[in-house]
């Protein structure tokens, strides 16, 4: 067993002893939505963006997979694989943001910065920001960039 997985068993049998608030070593499925709620709350507050959680109809179309004894709840072992489950495609998803992330803050935005400088000068009213320092710009167009960002789904 790596690191990541037991990590990843340690945070499941924490959320499940704390959201099983009868101690009958079982969670009902409105406990297994709290559950994997608690359980993306915890990773996305260590890997930030790591992954969006399920929705209710995702949970309880999971639920019924991974319910071996069909008794209507999970057990420990139970939710771990089927918390595994739902997080199969967030190292990918995660990677993928950072990755997009770092080629704008690192190529695009610079890039952006020093083309916005020079045709500055040569736009009429925007004379001004020629003079501007990169340093100042590029935190400048940086926040305009995410505000755009934020408007925009992906």
């Known amino acids: ?5 037991y990590l990843f068993s340690w945070m499941c049998k924490r ?8 101690n009958n070593g079982l969670i009902e499925p409105l ?3 709290v559950a994997i709620l608690a359980l993306y709350n915890i990773i996305n507050k260590r890997l930030p963006g790591w992954q969006d959680p399920p929705n209710r109809d995702a949970i309880q179309a999971a639920l019924k997979s991974f319910d071996d004894d069909h008794n209507g709840a999970l057990d420990d072992r139970e939710f771990e694989r089927f918390a595994k489950s739902l ?5 990918d998803m995660f990677f993928a943001r950072v990755g ?11 890039a952006l910065t020093v083309g916005v400088k020079k045709a500055g000068g040569e736009v009429p009213g925007m004379e001004g920001l020629k003079d501007v320092p990169l340093a100042v710009l590029a935190p400048a167009l940086g926040v305009a960039f995410n505000a755009i960002k934020a408007l925009v789904p992906y």
């Open 15 to 22: 959320v499940f002893k704390k959201v099983d608030y009868n």
């Open 31 to 33: 406990e297994v939505e």
């Open 1 to 5: 067993m790596g690191l990541f997985d």
């Open 87 to 91: 997080m199969s495609t967030g190292p």
């Open 100 to 110: 997009k992330d770092a080629v704008v803050k690192t190529a695009l935005l610079p």
